[in-house]
């Protein structure tokens, strides 16, 4: 993946826990922890709290009969098998879902399987058998980490797993913690039911995890060389379920805790004073939301010795809330969809909001998990567990927090965030009526980069129609030298200008330039662009993206003093390039929906063909000059991530300066909602 990094502040937790957080002081603080967490074995009586609280009332009141109706179908019919020829691909041609979908279905049925045997008791209906077949299977499957993550083909040219050296990755840290909670949930009958189980889980949770733990420090995801990213709080936390579920020894249990709240450490330390995640609203969930989850494990493993109640993470805390646009559809800015995945832990968002005094973050929170469907075993067996404790709890703690029809917008004209340069503007102040601007400055180095800076996104009643495309399907193409190649990582393909052709550059360097901040009473954003070009200094090419309540609509103004041309279709010294050597200007737009482009410098879009579009206005585009030529390329959607999202295709308008503001000139879009 792209890279890049953050100014790193003093370690938040060590400099509140101090000789808390030293493994000596853990052994103390962490005995009896598996008394204290919320999830509780299924076999404590009724009246014991957290988990059981749910497991005691019906399948229907928890809301779980697809879950449900879904364990009885694959019951008793054979599990999922990753093969090592699924594996081999990743290597071979590039393709990494058949071996992680496989792998994904064999835990999520096992979650099921956990769910069914804690609801109707450790003995019935031969779940528990399920649950056992299930986790020994995971036992016995030769890795626990991706392909697609696997060092071995690079040290050694293979495509097998190699069994002494595992790779300690997301996959891996998934599976130790899952074979974790159903170790507490279940534990007593597993060992009446299948005696050995538990200890070969502890054995292989020992091999694969704990021991490359403690023994390595080269993993790149510890963030020791300053460049952190959402990988060190989604493994740490799961390590950490492993640890105090799994580990015996006290002393080398206290030893992981500590090494996970040093790494946590850095991930707290890299987030910036606004609290923005670079790699936006879908990876927040499972990083910073990661991080959330661990340190509240954390104080309830030490009885709240370890609180972290610290001003970082009221930072985070508010960030999913900013970037919403509207209904189910919020800000995307690389690798992230534009429309939030189901079963979202937001009832664990909705209780750091109420603790931390955050109105508005937990009433925006509460709102979709009042609503959200059925838990997802798609999420992991901590959070399912997690979510079917917290039902009756949710909302009880902050009379402010009702659900409502559509979740709650900020009350305010909207945000700005300075260290990614992002604002989002609203027509109508705590309401996705009308419009909604977004506008991204940053740079070319974040973390799971697109091509995107100085990149516009409108939306209509909260349904975005000048778009970002998101996330395709990863391969090994994604994380690879030819990333750029893919479609919807390119500058050509996102809102953006492309002086004489050029796609922007890679890395931090190829960046924006803030020439005004928004203000609540003037939602304007200028940015220079020139940077991210490589052309000569920011303000060669100024893009200024302001919403205008009064008129009702959106302008984006770009004004340009370009140098010579200077490419003739090669990459230039300074990385970018002009892939077809053009002396043109153009301006695009990318657009979901339907497009019909008038004779009158206009153009209409309307939601026609955008799944789940919840209005039926669009947006209608005038420019000046009228003089440009309108280009218009479809993007026909054959990757289900991407159809999913927007249909069957995507729209790029371009529009063409002409020939005599080439070296410099102005080009202005205004943006309206049309009329029902």
């Known amino acids: 993946m792209a890279t890049g990094t953050a100014a790193v502040q003093a370690p ?62 694959e019951k008793r019919t054979p599990w999922p098998q990753p093969l090592v020829s699924h594996y081999a691909r990743y290597f071979r041609d590039g393709n990494r879902t058949a071996y992680e979908g496989l792998v994904a279905s064999r ?65 891996a840290g998934e599976v130790v913690a899952q074979l974790a909670w ?177 109105s508005e973050a937990a009433a925006h929170a509460v709102t979709f998990a009042a609503v959200e469907p059925e838990p997802n075993a798609a999420a992991g067996l901590g959070r399912v567990l997690t979510q079917l404790a917290s039902r009756t709890q949710l909302g009880s703690r902050s009379g402010r927090c009702e659900p409502s029809e559509s979740p709650d917008l900020l009350p305010s004209w909207g945000t700005y965030l300075p260290s990614v340069q992002i604002m989002v503007a609203r027509q109508t102040p705590g309401s996705s009526d009308g419009l909604t601007l977004a506008a991204k400055g940053g740079h070319n180095g974040e973390h799971h980069n697109h091509r995107d800076v100085g990149s516009v996104v409108v939306a209509v009643d909260g349904v975005p129609l000048l778009v970002d495309a998101g996330q395709p399907t990863y391969t090994a193409q994604t994380f690879g030298p030819d ?64 919403m205008n309540r009064e008129q009702g609509s959106v302008v984006i103004d770009d004004r340009w003093n370009l140098p010579a041309h200077q490419t003739d279709g090669t990459h230039s010294p300074d990385g970018t390039h002009s892939p077809d050597g053009t002396h043109d200007v153009d301006i695009a737009y990318l657009v979901a929906g339907t497009v019909s482009v008038g004779t009158d410098a206009t153009a209409t879009i309307t939601p ?25 390329d479809e993007w026909h959607l054959d990757d289900p991530l991407l159809s999913d999202i927007w249909g069957e295709k995507l729209t790029r308008l371009r529009f063409r300066m002409p020939a005599d503001t080439r070296a410099s000139g102005a080009f202005t879009l205004t943006v309206e909602a049309t009329h029902d």
């Open 12 to 73: 938040p937790l060590l400099s509140a826990w101090g000789s808390s957080a030293d493994a000596s002081s853990l052994m103390e603080s962490l005995r009896g922890a598996r008394d204290r967490l919320t999830i509780r074995p299924a076999s404590r009586p009724a009246s014991d709290a957290g988990w059981q609280l749910a497991a005691a009332r019906s399948p229907s009141e928890l809301r779980v009969s697809e879950l449900c109706a879904q364990a009885e179908a």
């Open 107 to 171: 835990q999520q049925r096992l979650t099921r399987a956990v769910v069914m045997a804690a609801l109707g008791g450790p003995s019935g209906d031969g779940w528990l058998d399920e649950v056992i077949d299930g986790a020994y299977l995971l036992c016995e499957q030769s890795s626990w980490s991706w392909a697609a993550h696997d060092d071995v083909f690079t040290r050694s040219g293979h495509v097998v797993p190699d069994l002494s050296r595992p790779y300690l990755d997301l996959g």
């Open 182 to 358: 159903l170790d507490l949930v279940l534990g007593d009958a597993l060992d009446e039911r299948a005696p050995g189980l538990r200890g070969r889980i502890r054995a292989e949770a020992n091999q694969r995890v704990i021991r490359p733990f403690l023994d390595r420090l080269d993993w790149h995801w510890l963030g020791l060389d300053g460049d952190v990213h959402n990988w060190n709080p989604w493994i740490h936390s799961n390590i950490m379920v492993a640890a105090l579920l799994l580990v015996e020894d006290p002393q080398v249990q206290a030893e992981v805790i500590a090494r996970c709240i040093e790494g946590l450490d850095r991930f707290l330390a890299s987030i910036p004073a606004d609290g923005a995640i670079d790699e936006g609203f879908a990876y927040w969930w499972n990083g910073a939301g990661r991080a959330l989850e661990g340190l509240a494990l954390l104080e309830e493993a030490s009885g709240g010795v370890l609180n972290p109640d610290l001003p970082v993470i009221r930072a985070l805390v508010a960030f999913p809330h900013r970037m919403h646009l509207g209904h189910r559809w919020f800000l995307n800015v690389a690798d992230g969809p534009a429309r939030a995945h189901k079963g979202l832990p937001w009832g664990m968002l909705h209780r750091w909001a109420v603790r931390l005094g955050d």
């Open 483 to 546: 990333r750029y190649q893919i479609r919807a990582m390119q500058s050509a393909w996102h809102s953006v200008p492309a002086p004489f052709g050029l796609e922007q550059g890679t890395g931090a360097e190829f960046a924006a330039t803030v020439l005004q901040e928004p203000t609540p009473e003037e939602p304007t954003l200028a940015l220079g662009l020139g940077a991210a070009y490589g052309l000569g200094h920011a303000e060669q090419w100024i893009r200024t993206s302001l």
């Open 608 to 632: 026609e063909g955008v799944p789940a579009a919840e209005t039926t206005k669009g947006l209608h585009l005038r420019w000046k000059p009228a003089t440009a030529v309108v280009l218009v």
